[in-house]
């Protein structure tokens, strides 16, 4: 995997809308969370634009993604947030382009679908973190997740034990001990890429899934196209992260809907893989970043994550 290197204080990062876009007053937001983190932000024209549910056009968007990587000023690339939009960019992506220029590349939710792109068509490590515009960053500033999205970018160091926050311990549903590079994301967009080439590949890796606000039927059936496609069955473990808002359906449907421990048993358990679940990463507040494509050691007895070698140079 190809590492980008790791960012300075002063360093001036790109911010590019893939996705959906904000509001134009909460620009300024941004670039005061973002001065805060002692960055130097550059606005790119996606972030200025609304085209229905995306942020501008596929073309104007994919175009911003490819002149980041392209820019000499900008030593990172930060997604402005997630919503929807990834998937029709991803014939659009310059990936040699961005495989020759390598950079820090952070976001997460509908991000998920550059995630893997980036990590299989490129080689090149990226970061599961918040987006440029981030309610938990604004306002929580130098908690959790500030403190460990900072850990991940500008320290060239392996990131080492995982360590959760108060009151929010992983929970060992199948023991083991397994390594591997660590992928995945957003449920709802690893299963929206299966059969291009652009799916998830998690032969030997460990599979990081997370997930918000979707009935528990309906995680069954996206993990059920995973488990069709072999992903857990290639996989050397499963680290499940949060699953906010995620609920059994109101009505006839909850006298019959499983709850999402049953759902996890009956499609996971009999690969015997290790698993944890509750890794705060992702739709949750404080998250920790994840360096997607680097080295993790999962320890599902001792309920432990540790990452083994650095994300950046």
């Known amino acids: 995997m190809i590492k980008p290197h790791a960012l300075k204080d002063g360093d001036t990062v790109a911010v590019v809308a893939p996705s959906s876009p ?4 909460n620009l300024e937001v941004t670039r005061s969370v973002l001065e805060s983190l002692g960055l130097k932000p550059k ?17 104007d968007r994919a ?16 997604c402005l947030r997630g919503g929807y939009g990834t998937p029709r960019l991803l014939e659009k992506i310059d990936y040699d382009l961005i495989r020759n220029n390598p950079k820090i590349f952070l976001g997460y939710s509908d991000i998920t679908g550059l995630h893997v792109a980036l990590n299989r068509q490129c080689g090149l490590i990226t970061f599961h973190g918040p987006t440029a515009y981030s309610e938990d960053i604004f306002n929580h500033p130098g908690e959790y997740t500030q403190t ?31 390594e591997g590079e660590v992928v995945g994301g957003n449920l709802s967009l690893l299963t929206s890429a299966l059969g291009s080439p652009y799916e998830i590949d998690t032969r030997g890796k460990i599979l990081f899934i997370e997930e918000v ?13 995973l488990d069709l496609s072999g992903k857990f069955r290639d996989c ?26 049953s759902i996890f048993e009956e499609i ?22 994840i ?23």
């Not at 175009?63 to 930060?78: C, G, Q």
């Open 148 to 178: 460990h999205l900072k850990q991940a970018l500008f320290n060239p160091k392996p990131l080492g034990r995982y360590a959760a926050p108060e009151g929010e311990s992983l929970e060992t549903l199948i023991g083991g001990v397994c």
């Open 213 to 225: 606000s979707e009935f528990n039927y309906v995680i069954d059936r996206m993990l059920m196209s």
């Open 43 to 59: 606005f790119y024209p996606s972030c200025h634009l609304r085209h229905g549910h995306l942020a501008g056009p596929d073309v």
């Open 236 to 261: 050397a473990g499963v680290l499940l992260g949060t699953w906010q808002g995620c609920t059994a359906e109101q009505g006839y449907q909850d006298k019959v809907d499983g709850s999402l421990a």
């Open 291 to 313: 360096p997607m494509g680097t080295r993790i050691r999962l320890d599902a007895d001792k309920k432990e994550v540790t990452f083994l070698e650095s994300a950046t140079r």
């Open 63 to 78: 175009t911003d993604v490819n002149a980041a990587f392209a820019d000499p000023e900008a030593k990172a690339v930060f």
């Open 268 to 289: 996971l358990y009999k690969y015997n893989k290790p698993i944890v679940n509750n890794f705060r990463a992702g739709h949750v507040s404080p998250q920790f970043t």
């Open 22 to 25: 904000i509001k134009p007053e």
